[in-house]
Every structure is written in C-alpha cells, then in structure tokens.
C-alpha cells in the first residue's frame, strides 16, 4: 500500500509532504514491495500520523476492565480502535486480590483483530497507594507495595503489565521499586510524597508519573512534592489528563513548557460512561454519575474522565499546545514511556502500520 501525499508525522520534529510506504503491516522504505499490492490512498496533503497509544484508560461505552468481561473489555477495544487509539493499556483499580489476578488473566484471553485496539500492555494502578489521595480509588482494598503479590499478578497477565502505581512515602515502597524496576516501569502516583521522596524513588529506578497534579500533593513554592521532584528528574515522563476538567488549560501549557512533549504522555484516564449518555456507572465497583464529561462519585470526587484519548489530544491543541507536540504527546512519548517504540507511536520504518488520517481540523477522517 501507498499513502501518497500526505502531510508526514516524521521523527525529526516536523511534518513532511510525502508517501508513507507499508507492506505487510510495517512501515517500510522499499518502493517495490509497498506498491506491489496495487493499493494508492491520495491523502490530498492531509495529516498522516501513527495511531494514538492510551496508556491509561479504565474502560468506555458501559464496559470496565475491572470487570474481568473478555466481551466487555473487546467493545472498549472496538470503541477504542475506532477513536483512531490502535494500541491500548487497560487500567485496574484498587481492589482486592484474587479480582485482580482474574481481571490480568482476563486479559489474556483477548486475539488480536483489525476491528480492535490493541493491547500492548496493562496499567496497575493501585493497590500500593496512600489512603491520603485515593481519590477515586476504594481505600478498603489499599495495602503497603508488596513485590511478591506484585510479581502473582505478573504471572497471571503473562507480562502485560507495564506500569505500576506506588506512593513512594509508604513502608516498604523502595524495598518494591529496587525489586521490581528490571520488570515493570514503576509510577509514583495517588501519593502524599514530599519531595524528598518522590526524589529517594526516582533515584531507587521510579520513572514515571500518574497522571501529574491528580491524585498527588500541590506543587507549590514550599513544598514542590512530586511535581517537582518530577520537573528536576529529566528521564521521568509524566501522564497528563487533558479534557478541559482535571486540569485548567493554563496548567496544560505549563506542563508542557516545563516538561516538554519528548516527557508528557497524555492520557484519557477515560471511564466506562465514555462514549455513553449521561447517567450512573461504575468505577472499579464504586457508583459514579457522568454529567456532559464530568465523571464524579457521588461526593463529587472526580472518577476519571469521559473522553477518549483522541478528543484529549484535540483539547491539547485547542489549549494551544503546537500540532506536533500534542500529536506526539498522544503516539511517541507514551510508547516510549512503556519501551515499545518504535514498534508503535511511530511512522519510521519498521513500525507498525498503524495510520491515521485526520482532515485541517484535526478530526479523523481514516484509520488505515
């Protein structure tokens, strides 16, 4: 196949009119082969990017990965595949353990098919977190981080799991991090962490953060806590939520001039009521009521967000992040926070072929 002129995303920085070559499902530089097939897309100059890559999402249209529903967890990955997100993390939440050792072996049972995202790793959040900054999560199933149950729930996901949350302040979190960092990558998140310990775990082998200013101690000129200590520790990526709610646009403009885009991962923390009408839903087993796209537990706690991951990248440019930032903030950078690129987040030869077309406006017009 030949995607003809179309306006690149490339890895040097900028976008570039020309063809994108793919034969049997990769990027390739051979002509010959790519064009064997006879199949021409005229792109007409416009944006040909790699498919967006969610490494945060809990659920979407009436479905929660916390469920443990393979049925369940493959129309999310349909919805998902078809909001342009071509790889996917499903996200679990604090529960107890034997449901989260069926929730990843659930997992498992999911083929791969063109009709649906792909899951190309799973995201642990919780149960190693702080009573103090739950926040959405269910502070009954909460214990200390425990490298042993962590490594069962490895197992049972056959190695899906890519991430892990832990707050970095409670006993027994950098006996975890020195234990686990050569198997997982390790985020400090839902955390009350000064920033002496966010420091001590990004030193220990920490390298990423749960969606930044959510679930975490204030940034401020006293007490800089995670969000400091993240700024300062330059190989640390950073999740960030962007659907105009969890964050003010300013802060999202901030966050990208302080961390840049090669650092933010932007993510929908998306929930099952995305996608559906207003009405009550569930979050890892806890009522929440969907309102236009707030998501809130009924004392008003925020429980995710309602937007795929797609519309939060088209806030990011709304907010006045450039193109190209926001783009690679939503493909590259995620991929890269997980060690997967550039098998995905990538157009570059040898990639994936996972390829979208989106229109002057920024909307999707094709998933190749």
């Given at each position: 196949m030949i995607?003809k002129?179309?306006n690149?995303?490339?890895?040097?920085?900028s976008?570039?009119i020309?063809?994108?070559?793919?034969?049997?499902?990769r990027?390739?530089?051979?002509?010959?082969?790519?064009?064997s097939d006879?199949?021409?897309?005229?792109?007409?100059?416009?944006?040909?990017?790699?498919?967006l890559?969610?490494?945060?999402s809990?659920?979407a249209v009436g479905?929660?990965?916390?469920?443990a529903?393979?049925e369940?967890?493959?129309?999310?990955?349909?919805?998902?595949?078809s909001?342009?997100i071509t790889s996917?993390c499903?996200?679990s939440?604090?529960?107890?353990k034997?449901?989260l050792?069926?929730?990843?072996k659930?997992?498992?049972?999911?083929?791969p098919?063109?009709?649906?995202?792909n899951i190309?790793?799973?995201n642990?959040e919780?149960?190693f977190i702080s009573?103090?900054k739950?926040?959405?999560q269910?502070?009954k199933?909460i214990?200390r981080?425990?490298?042993?149950?962590?490594n069962?729930?490895?197992?049972?996901?056959?190695n899906l799991?890519?991430?892990?949350t832990?707050?970095?302040e409670?006993?027994g979190?950098i006996?975890?991090?020195?234990?686990?960092?050569?198997?997982?990558?390790?985020?400090?998140?839902h955390?009350?962490?000064?920033?002496?310990?966010?420091?001590?775990?990004?030193?220990?082998?920490?390298?990423?953060?749960?969606h930044l200013?959510?679930?975490?101690?204030?940034?401020?000129?006293?007490?800089p806590?995670?969000f400091g200590a993240?700024?300062?520790?330059?190989d640390?990526f950073v999740e960030?939520?962007c659907?105009?709610?969890?964050?003010?646009p300013?802060?999202?403009r901030?966050i990208f001039?302080l961390?840049g885009?090669?650092?933010?991962a932007?993510?929908s923390d998306?929930m099952?009521?995305?996608g559906?009408p207003?009405g009550?839903y569930?979050?890892?087993?806890?009522?929440v009521?969907?309102k236009g796209?707030?998501?809130t537990l009924?004392?008003g706690?925020l429980a995710?967000?309602?937007?795929?991951?797609f519309?939060c990248?088209?806030k990011a440019?709304?907010?006045?992040?450039?193109v190209?930032?926001?783009?690679?903030?939503?493909?590259?950078t995620?991929a890269?926070?997980i060690?997967?690129y550039?098998e995905i987040g990538s157009?570059?030869?040898?990639a994936?072929?996972?390829?979208l077309?989106l229109?002057d406006?920024?909307?999707l017009?094709?998933?190749v």
């Open positions: 995607i002129n179309g690149v995303f490339c890895s040097d920085g976008f570039h020309k063809d994108l070559l793919i034969a049997d499902g990027i390739t530089d051979d002509i010959n082969v790519a064009g006879g199949k021409v897309i005229d792109a007409n100059r416009k944006y040909v990017i790699p498919g890559v969610d490494i945060h809990h659920g479905h929660d990965f916390c469920d529903d393979s369940g967890i493959r129309e999310i990955l349909k919805y998902e595949k909001c342009g996917y499903p996200t939440m604090t529960l107890a034997d449901m050792i069926d929730i990843f659930t997992a498992t049972e999911i083929s098919s063109p009709e649906l995202a190309v790793g799973i642990m919780g149960p009573e103090k739950k926040a959405a269910n502070g199933y214990f981080p425990d490298a042993s149950f962590f069962e729930c490895q197992a049972a996901s056959d799991i890519k991430l892990v832990l707050a970095p409670e006993d979190a006996d975890f991090i020195n234990k686990c960092k050569g198997s997982v990558n390790i985020s400090l998140g955390t009350a962490a000064t920033y002496e310990q966010a420091c001590s775990a990004f030193t220990a082998g920490a390298n990423h953060v749960t200013c959510n679930g975490m101690t204030e940034f401020t000129h006293r007490e806590g995670v993240a700024i300062e520790n330059t640390v960030l939520i659907d105009g709610i969890h964050n003010h300013t802060m999202i901030t001039k961390f885009a090669d650092r933010v932007l993510i998306s099952e009521a995305t559906m207003d009550d569930e979050l890892g087993k806890q009522h009521i969907k796209f707030h998501a009924e004392d706690t995710g967000s309602a937007t795929n991951l519309d990248m088209r440019i709304e907010f006045g992040i450039p190209y930032d926001a783009i690679k903030s939503a493909t590259s995620p890269k926070s060690g997967l550039p157009l570059e030869p040898g994936r072929a996972d390829v077309i229109n406006e920024f909307k017009e094709k998933i």
